[in-house]
């Protein structure tokens, strides 16, 4: 299993990136995707959450209404797209495959600083 992120960067408030990670070594279609987040110093933050069909979505309240998961199954690729952007989205964002809940799988991670 592979999941490799792209898209991070450096981007103002009130911003937007669309974040991509690309998926090989399983049935990408066949599992629910999620993205999760580190900030600097703490924790790690669940951001979104999508379906194997890519027809239902969940977010952490922090995210609603300004990041979109998607996907596309045909090119094995997880992404989330993201406005509004906020300093306190600033973090290392990593995709991570979703087996019943567990996160089996992870990306190396990419980084996302919101700054002016």
């Known amino acids: 299993v592979q999941l490799v992120e792209s898209g991070g960067g450096l981007v103002q408030p009130g911003g937007s990136l669309r974040l991509s990670c690309a998926a090989s070594?399983?049935?990408?279609?066949?599992?629910?995707m999620s993205w999760v987040r580190q900030a600097p110093g703490k924790g790690l933050e669940w951001v979104s959450d999508?379906?194997?069909?890519?027809?239902?979505?969940a977010y952490a309240d922090s995210v609603k209404g300004r990041f979109t998961i998607s996907r596309d199954n045909a090119k094995n690729t997880l992404y989330l797209q993201m406005n509004s952007l906020k300093p306190e989205d600033t973090a290392v964002y990593y995709c991570?495959?979703?087996?019943?809940?567990?996160?089996?799988?992870w990306g190396q991670g990419t980084q996302v600083t919101v700054s002016s």
């Open positions: 070594g399983f049935t990408f279609s066949s599992y629910y």
């Open positions: 991570s495959k979703n087996y019943w809940g567990s996160y089996d799988y």
């Open positions: 999508i379906n194997s069909g890519g027809s239902a979505t």
